[in-house]
């Protein structure tokens, strides 16, 4: 076996190897650049080594990388504090990614249920082309097939409903459902947003049923959407939240953010993360925090993304393959009448990084600190992809 085949194959992975990132920039193994349109999949918010984060991973590096949670850790009693100041939230529980993030909101939700008096109750209704993780829980959650293919049986206690169907959501409850669990802008299937309304009516019937509102903010959190949060583009207040992609700029981190009397269900004993919120993950957390907040990068998501999608717009008019183009803030997507995978290939040959999605959809997350001319530079790639292919 040569060095990659002694590497699972859990991905399909692009014959390029990336060795250096500097902002919305990368550089591969032979010198060649590229324009990053997907940030780590929406990792790297800040861009590639943002000065302050890195200084700040060095600077823990240092001193102290990891102890336990056996012990009070005070970066990460300063990140709680910064991260629930932004919401609704009381109490933060830290892990090492989304899907950790996500199996502790499924775990918290079923103990409230138990703890107030419904221990029958532990179903959660989700919908179709979300996207929740690989473990079994959060796969099992995932209402797709392509997900859950070869690893049945799947847990059970999730049932399925259309994305942006409140009516569906309503039908689906029984005396056995705990919450409902959706994101706010579904990213995996192609970013498809809520219709207006949507989330309030999911808190109205959450409200009306006794359940709880759990919101999957793994992709939309962390500024981008344009809000900290995606799900404050509406007026709906939910009672958990979890993120992790953007939270520590690249250094594996998760948090499952929930109201006091929620989180009270997790007492000592009941849940854990041996890696989570440890000294390294919190400084760089913090880092990041400070800087997206301080630094006015997120007062600029807004006007950045407005751009993008005008630019989206205006290339979409000359390409009868456009079915259409979406998104919100910095998160944006091509829907087209035909196969992506090629566009997406092709792309990266001239530089652009970009994903396809559900075989028909390019997803771009590109960096929060992107510039207008870069943003120029990665469609003007796309456009002539798209113009020598069709």
């Known amino acids: 076996m040569n060095d990659i085949q002694c590497i699972m194959s859990t991905y399909g992975r692009n014959p390029v190897g990336f060795v250096r990132g500097a902002g919305t920039r990368l550089w591969d193994t032979e010198g060649r650049e590229y324009l990053d349109f997907l940030s780590g999949i929406g990792v790297n918010n800040l861009g590639h080594c943002p000065p302050k984060v890195t200084a700040a991973i060095a600077k823990q590096a240092g001193e102290l990388i990891h102890t336990s949670n056996l012990y009070r850790i005070p970066l990460q009693e300063k990140l709680a504090r910064r991260l629930t100041d932004t919401c609704f939230a009381d109490q933060a529980f830290f892990c090492n990614s989304g899907a950790e993030a996500n199996e502790a909101a499924i775990k918290l939700t079923r103990k409230y249920m138990r703890d107030h008096g419904h221990p029958g109750r532990f179903e959660i209704i989700t919908a179709i082309n979300g996207f929740h993780g690989r473990t079994l829980a959060t796969l099992s959650a995932t209402a797709q097939e392509k997900v859950q293919r070869g690893f049945e049986p799947l847990m059970p206690g999730f049932r399925y409903v259309p994305f942006n169907d409140p009516g569906a959501v309503e039908k689906a409850i029984s005396p056995y459902t705990a919450g409902i669990f959706v994101e706010p802008i579904q990213g995996e299937s192609g970013v498809r947003l809520p219709d207006d ?90 880092a990041t925090l400070e800087t997206l907040l301080d630094d006015g990068i997120l007062a600029n998501v807004t006007a950045l993304g407005d751009h993008l999608h005008q630019r989206l717009r205006e290339m979409a008019a000359n390409h009868t393959m456009v079915k259409t183009t979406r998104g919100r803030g910095l998160m944006a997507a091509v829907e087209l009448n035909g196969a992506t995978e090629e566009v997406a290939g092709l792309c990266l040959n001239r530089g652009l990084l970009l994903s396809s999605q559900m075989g028909t959809t ?25 113009s020598d292919l069709f």
């Not at 939309?220 to 939910?238: D, L, N, V, Y």
């Not at 960096?367 to 207008?372: A, G, H, Q, V, Y």
């Open 197 to 286: 309304g949507y989330l309030e009516a999911l808190r109205a019937i959450a409200d009306r049923h006794g359940l709880l509102l759990i919101l999957d903010e793994v992709q939309t959190g962390m500024g981008r959407t344009g809000k900290f949060w995606g799900h404050q583009w509406s007026q709906a207040i939910p009672d958990i939240i979890t993120v992790a992609k953007g939270l520590a700029s690249g250094v594996p981190m998760g948090a499952c953010l929930a109201s006091a009397k929620v989180a009270a269900s997790f007492t000592p004993g009941t849940h854990a993360s041996t890696f989570g919120g440890n000294p390294l993950a919190c400084a760089a957390a913090l």
């Open 362 to 386: 390019l997803r771009m997350l590109p960096p929060l600190t992107i510039s207008p001319e870069e943003i120029d530079q990665g469609v003007a790639i796309l456009d002539g992809v798209m």
